[in-house]
C-alpha cells in the first residue's frame, strides 16, 4: 500500500488533558492560541515538527492547531483524544506519486499579495495545502476550485497546477510535502511555460521543517 498524508485539525480547551500521540513523521502548525510540546512554547504562526511520539499540551487560553501526519498505510489514522479536546480530519491523501529513493519532508508556507498567483507548474513530491487567510483558486486536471480560509486540497506533484489568489487581500496556504531528499534547501517546483520563467514570481516562501525522514513503512 502507499503511505498516506493526512491533516487534522485539533482543538484542546484551556483545561484539557494531555494529548499523545504515536510516532509518526509530522508537522504541527499552531492556527491560534498556544501548545507546548517537550517543554517548549508555541504560539500563533509557529510550527513543530518530529517522528517520535510526543505529548501536547494546551496553553492557559487553549488551541488550535493543524496536524500533517505522514502514516505507512490507510489504517493508522490518529484522532486526538481526551476531555476537551475534538479532532476533525480535514483531509487524506494516499500518496501514490512518492518519490523514489531518500525522502525528505518539508513544511511551509506560502504567501500571495493581492492579485497574486503561481504560474503553470509541477513539484517533484505530492502534499497537503491549507489556507490560512485570504482566498485562493487552484486550477488542475481541467478544473477550477476556490478556497477560503480552513480550506485543504491535495496536489499530486506531476500534475500542472494554476494558482491564482485573491485580488482584494493577501492570501497564504500553509504546505507539508514529502520529495526527494537531494531537494534540501532548494525549491521543489518547475514552471511549464518558457515564458513564465523570466517573469517575477509574486508568492513568498516561510519554511519550518526541511528534514530528512525515513520512508513510511521501510
Known sequence: MHPVLRL???TLSASALQVRLPPLPRMIFVVHGALSIEGKSYTDGEA??????????????????WRFDLAPDGNRGSPAVGPG???TEKLAAVLGTMPKGELLLRGDSVAFPPGGCAYLHTHQGPGIRCLIEGGIRIDTHGRSTSYGPG???????????FAQAAADRPSRFIRVMVLPRALIGKSSIALLN????????????????D?????PGG
Open 8 to 10: 487534522y485539525e485539533d
Open 48 to 65: 513543530w515538527h518530529g517522528e517520535g511520539a510526543v505529548a501536547l499540551t494546551a496553553g492557559e487560553h487553549g488551541v488550535t492547531y
Open 85 to 87: 479536546t475534538s479532532s
Open 151 to 161: 480550506g485543504a486540497w491535495y496536489e499530486a506533484g506531476p500534475e500542472p497546477v
Open 194 to 209: 518558457e515564458e513564465d520563467k523570466t517573469k517575477p514570481r509574486s508568492q513568498q516562501y516561510r519554511v519550518f521543517v
Open 211 to 215: 528534514a530528512a525522514i525515513e520512508r
